[in-house]
């Protein structure tokens, strides 16, 4: 399930890593982790993994297309869901941070 979701995320074409890169990026870049989940038991067994996370959009201007393609990413998929939470401009670092909440089940 990550691991596929790590590939859509990359299809959207923009460096993309788990947490953090190693190198600094140029924007746009975007990184993405796991903020906890919430499996489902059903007749004592385990039944379904649900992952909870958030995406982070770095990007030098607003860029509405690239945010478009994030949040459409559950369109095509039925086991993702994307809603976007929040947008700040980090003026010291001088760009525009926009943070997704993610859902894998």
Do not use: C, W
């Amino acid at each position: 399930m990550i691991d596929n979701f790590y590939k859509k995320l990359k299809e959207i074409g923009v460096p993309v890593a788990y947490s953090h890169f190693k190198e600094p990026q140029s924007t746009p870049y975007m990184i993405y982790y796991i903020d906890g989940e919430e499996d489902i038991f059903a007749d004592n067994k385990h039944y379904k993994e649900i992952y909870a996370g958030t995406i982070e959009l770095y990007t030098t201007k607003k860029d509405f297309e690239l945010e478009r393609k994030i949040k459409y990413l559950q369109n095509q998929n039925t086991d993702i869901t994307i809603k976007k939470v929040n947008e700040t401009y980090l003026s010291d670092e001088g760009v525009f941070l926009n943070i997704f909440d993610f859902e894998i089940i």
